[in-house]
């Protein structure tokens, strides 16, 4: 009895999508986590995922690495640290950072778990719901997740082989203000772009920089990939050219080691206090453990030579998927030759939905990434990513070769006499 009565006194049980708050309905699965569960089954080839190789990285090196860290330094490496990472780890990344041109005060240095983190605190204290934050077309799937969970509108902007297009860029900041709406910022990859490939030129960086101070749009600029160019040293970072303008975003992921989740932001001074704060109320402070473990690889081990040699393994990759794309995939698909870094993005003719696609390809035992996960407005159907950084040269070769058949087999299905 005094269970109804309450019913009727606090209304009836919500449902839970009334429970959840409202930015809740903007959280949405990624459209490559289920793809991911699929193409790490040992059968399938994966061309899809972009986890760093991590077959030569020396364990044993490593095991040691950390234990001596515990024995002799646990009872800091155990412990909770600042907020904004620890001091040693940020003097380092100040020197990583200087391969890249850039001159940097460890203090201006927040480190972050993974630079993903570092993604979700931007978006948490710039964007509003509405408000616009421009990106390259196509884009770093992960970032236009955290942009969309933050209810921005994410406004693409065209890219060529030589990266983003400046005179677009200034095209799209005039027409989103000409219709009354505010940009927040610009989010970049300018080298070895996720999931182009493509290096921005020098010419265009300079180019960009200038259109964006101007107009008073900061830059965010995500370089896990930088130190990964295989032919030629990679160019200056844009930070390098603009300490004010520029929030730059870095990561040992793709460098050391992406399960010890440690990245960070470079950030205009009167922007770190904002930043620190709300990194505090997600995680009070990033991994001791991982950072001086970090740390003491960075002071003992020569990872300059590491990357050279990660750089050779992906180098010979990459070389193997541009081999066999120009052997087995049809005449008429284009593709992207990158310098450096995990990622061909790959265009065949528009009649061909690659999300479509998938089944068939699963099928014939391969995986990749459709193009529209890469945007935010359903463009991309006839695209693809692909990777070449996990499987080894022979599977590479064999999954391109499968791929090529399903689309030389669809576009036949469709009647194109552009196959051979
Ligand atoms: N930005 C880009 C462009 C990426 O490719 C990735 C990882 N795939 C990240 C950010 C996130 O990297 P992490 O959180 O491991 O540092």
Request: with cysteine.
């Given at each position: 009895?005094s269970?109804i009565?309450?019913?009727?006194?606090?209304?009836?049980?919500?449902n839970l999508e009334?429970?959840f708050?409202s930015?809740?309905?903007?959280?949405?699965?990624?459209?490559?986590r289920?793809?991911?569960?699929?193409?790490s089954?040992p059968?399938?080839?994966?061309?899809a995922?972009?986890?760093?190789?991590?077959?030569?990285?020396?364990?044993p090196?490593?095991?040691?690495?950390?234990?001596k860290?515990?024995l002799s330094?646990?009872?800091?490496?155990?412990?909770?640290g600042?907020g904004?990472g620890?001091p040693?780890?940020r003097e380092q990344?100040c020197?990583?950072?200087?391969?890249?041109?850039i001159?940097?005060?460890p203090?201006d240095?927040?480190?972050?778990?993974?630079s993903q983190?570092?993604?979700d605190?931007?978006?948490?204290?710039?964007?509003?719901?509405g408000?616009v934050?421009?990106?390259?077309?196509?884009?770093?799937v992960?970032?236009?997740?955290?942009f969309?969970?933050?209810e921005?509108?994410?406004?693409?902007v065209?890219?060529?082989?030589?990266?983003?297009v400046p005179q677009a860029l200034?095209e799209?900041?005039?027409?989103?203000r000409a219709?009354g709406r505010k940009?927040?910022f610009l989010?970049?990859?300018?080298n070895y772009?996720n999931?182009s490939?493509?290096?921005l030129?020098?010419e265009?960086r300079t180019?960009?920089?200038t259109?964006?101070?101007d107009a008073?749009i900061f830059v965010?600029?995500d370089n896990p990939?930088?130190?990964?160019?295989?032919?030629?040293?990679?160019p200056n970072?844009?930070r390098?050219?603009?300490?004010e303008?520029?929030?730059?975003l870095g990561t040992?992921?793709k460098?050391?080691?992406?399960?010890?989740r440690v990245g960070?932001?470079?950030v205009?001074?009167s922007l770190?206090e904002?930043l620190v704060i709300?990194s505090?109320?997600s995680?009070?402070?990033?991994?001791?453990?991982?950072?001086?473990?970090?740390?003491?690889?960075?002071?003992?081990?020569p990872w300059?030579?590491?990357?050279?040699?990660?750089c050779d393994l992906?180098k010979?990759?990459?070389d193997a998927m541009?081999?066999?794309?120009d052997?087995?995939?049809?005449?008429?698909?284009?593709?992207t030759k990158?310098g450096?870094g995990?990622?061909?993005w790959?265009?065949?003719?528009?009649e061909i939905?690659t999300t479509a696609?998938?089944?068939?390809?699963?099928?014939a035992?391969?995986?990749?990434?459709?193009?529209?996960?890469f945007?935010s407005?359903?463009f991309?159907s006839?695209?693809?990513r692909l990777s070449?950084?996990y499987?080894?040269?022979?599977?590479?070769r064999?999954?391109?070769?499968?791929?090529g058949g399903?689309?030389k087999?669809?576009?036949?299905?469709?009647?194109?006499?552009?196959?051979?």
């Amino acid at each position: 009895m005094s269970d109804i009565v309450n019913r009727f006194a606090t209304g009836a049980p919500q449902n839970l999508e009334e429970r959840f708050a409202s930015r809740a309905a903007h959280m949405k699965p990624s459209e490559i986590r289920s793809l991911f569960a699929v193409a790490s089954r040992p059968e399938i080839v994966s061309l899809a995922g972009g986890m760093p190789n991590l077959s030569d990285f020396p364990m044993p090196m490593m095991a040691d690495v950390m234990s001596k860290l515990i024995l002799s330094n646990g009872a800091e490496a155990l412990q909770y640290g600042s907020g904004q990472g620890h001091p040693k780890l940020r003097e380092q990344i100040c020197e990583v950072m200087a391969l890249e041109g850039i001159r940097a005060n460890p203090d201006d240095v927040l480190v972050t778990t993974g630079s993903q983190q570092a993604l979700d605190l931007i978006s948490r204290i710039f964007i509003d719901p509405g408000d616009v934050v421009l990106a390259e077309a196509p884009s770093y799937v992960g970032a236009l997740g955290t942009f969309h969970q933050y209810e921005a509108s994410v406004i693409h902007v065209e890219t060529d082989d030589s990266g983003l297009v400046p005179q677009a860029l200034r095209e799209a900041i005039v027409s989103v203000r000409a219709a009354g709406r505010k940009i927040k910022f610009l989010y970049m990859i300018p080298n070895y772009h996720n999931p182009s490939g493509v290096l921005l030129t020098t010419e265009r960086r300079t180019e960009i920089l200038t259109i964006c101070r101007d107009a008073g749009i900061f830059v965010v600029e995500d370089n896990p990939y930088g130190l990964l160019g295989f032919d030629k040293p990679s160019p200056n970072a844009m930070r390098a050219e603009d300490s004010e303008n520029v929030i730059y975003l870095g990561t040992f992921s793709k460098t050391i080691a992406p399960g010890l989740r440690v990245g960070w932001a470079l950030v205009p001074p009167s922007l770190k206090e904002k930043l620190v704060i709300a990194s505090e109320s997600s995680i009070l402070c990033p991994s001791n453990f991982a950072q001086l473990a970090i740390s003491s690889y960075l002071a003992e081990q020569p990872w300059r030579d590491q990357i050279s040699s990660f750089c050779d393994l992906y180098k010979v990759r990459r070389d193997a998927m541009l081999e066999s794309l120009d052997e087995y995939f049809p005449a008429v698909a284009k593709w992207t030759k990158p310098g450096g870094g995990f990622y061909v993005w790959v265009t065949l003719p528009p009649e061909i939905d690659t999300t479509a696609l998938m089944p068939k390809a699963i099928v014939a035992k391969v995986a990749y990434v459709p193009g529209t996960a890469f945007y935010s407005d359903g463009f991309g159907s006839w695209s693809l990513r692909l990777s070449y950084c996990y499987p080894t040269p022979e599977r590479i070769r064999d999954g391109v070769k499968a791929l090529g058949g399903v689309i030389k087999t669809e576009m036949s299905r469709r009647g194109s006499n552009q196959i051979s």
